[in-house]
């Protein structure tokens, strides 16, 4: 984008992202869907309900649900399909707890640490798993 400033053209593309992610997520409803049919629910799945509820200040019951999730996931047979879903778990855990780190830099001075750096902890966990998966001979 040639005359824009580099700060102007993140607050763009920033605004395009959410804009997208907005439109994603609307045809899915969290408060709409039994407790019974979340307990089951896919990374893919589960993502965009969080995303949702997380535009509404909803986001405990989602850090439990991921967190159940990744624990589940790595206990269970380290399978190439079961580490491809624990990375994608990883992947929007991070992508929720970054939106929770934004919330808190709008809504508040102060930031808080120990989210901040369970963000980069999961974000990094995406990185590790997918370097082992793509090493992985079998």
């Not at 997520?25 to 869907?33: F, G, S």
């Not at 790595?74 to 855990?93: C, D, G, R, W």
């Not at 001075?109 to 995406?126: C, G, M, P, W």
């Given at each position: 984008?040639?005359?824009?400033?580099?700060?102007?053209?993140?607050?763009?593309?920033?605004f395009i992202l959410m804009?997208?992610?907005?439109?994603?997520?609307?045809?899915?409803?969290?408060?709409?869907?039994?407790?019974?049919?979340?307990?089951?629910?896919?990374?893919?799945?589960?993502?965009?309900?969080?995303?949702?509820?997380?535009?509404?200040?909803?986001?405990?019951?989602?850090?439990?649900?991921?967190?159940?999730?990744?624990?589940?996931?790595?206990?269970?047979?380290?399978?190439?399909?079961?580490?491809?879903?624990?990375?994608?778990?990883?992947?929007?855990?991070?992508g929720l707890l970054g939106?929770?780190?934004?919330?808190?830099?709008?809504?508040?001075k102060y930031q808080d640490?120990?989210?901040?750096?369970?963000?980069?902890?999961?974000?990094?966990?995406?990185?590790?798993?997918?370097?082992?998966?793509?090493?992985?001979?079998?």
């Amino acid at each position: 984008m040639p005359g824009r400033k580099k700060s102007e053209t993140k607050i763009l593309l920033h605004f395009i992202l959410m804009g997208v992610l907005f439109f994603l997520a609307m045809p899915v409803n969290a408060q709409e869907r039994p407790g019974e049919e979340l307990k089951n629910l896919t990374a893919g799945e589960m993502a965009p309900l969080a995303l949702k509820d997380s535009m509404y200040y909803h986001f405990d019951e989602w850090f439990a649900r991921f967190t159940g999730e990744i624990n589940r996931l790595t206990s269970a047979e380290p399978s190439i399909a079961n580490q491809v879903e624990l990375m994608k778990f990883h992947f929007n855990y991070a992508g929720l707890l970054g939106e929770l780190c934004h919330t808190l830099a709008f809504t508040s001075k102060y930031q808080d640490e120990k989210i901040a750096n369970d963000f980069l902890t999961h974000s990094r966990r995406v990185k590790t798993i997918a370097k082992s998966i793509l090493s992985d001979d079998s």
